[in-house]
């Protein structure tokens, strides 16, 4: 019997050992794991994004006159690009609003800091700023209160 007891003390002691060693062990790896994915979801949404946005750069390049923003384009359909242009460009900014601004993630706040920059570059060009009150219509509403604040204009509908 003293052989039976002695074997069943031992595994007891595995047992405990398993707990207070293995849970937290678990634990760890599964922190490790959960932070990794999240990493690599946050890098998808921005590769997605900036895919977007490169293809709105390759348009650019592809339809040099949408690029003129400073003077109202006198060609009708150029016109007409160029709005078309502005809903996909409106459209990417507020995806990346929704997606990004209110995550308190610090890299989450890195990459809303670029689009940031973007955002305020395309304020700076004249058609763009003219469009943006048509461009709003129908738009998140805190994504519009956010541009008006941004751009100095009152954007609401």
């Known amino acids: 019997m003293l052989g039976i007891s002695t074997f069943l003390e031992w595994m007891e002691l595995a047992s ?7 849970i937290p062990f ?6 490790h794991q ?3 994915e999240r990493r690599i979801e946050q890098q998808e949404i921005y590769d997605k ?3 977007h946005y ?5 348009k650019l390049f592809e339809f040099p006159e949408m690029d003129m923003h400073n003077t109202p384009l006198e060609n009708p359909e150029d016109a007409r690009r160029q709005y078309i242009l502005y809903e996909m460009v409106v459209s990417l ?6 997606l990004l601004e209110s995550e308190e993630d610090p890299e989450y706040r890195r990459m809303w800091n ?11 060009k004249p058609n763009f700023q003219a469009a943006l009150p048509r461009l709003m219509q129908g738009e998140d509403p805190e ?3 956010y541009l008006s604040q941004l751009s100095g204009q009152d954007l609401s509908p």
């Open 16 to 22: 405990y050992i398993a707990t207070v060693f293995g």
């Open 54 to 58: 490169a293809e709105i750069q390759s």
């Open 26 to 31: 678990a634990i760890a790896i599964f922190t």
């Open 34 to 36: 959960e932070r990794k």
């Open 49 to 51: 994004l900036m895919a």
């Open 143 to 145: 994504f519009v209160a």
């Open 93 to 98: 900014f507020e995806r990346s609003f929704i």
């Open 114 to 124: 670029s689009w940031v920059d973007y955002i305020s570059e395309w304020l700076k």
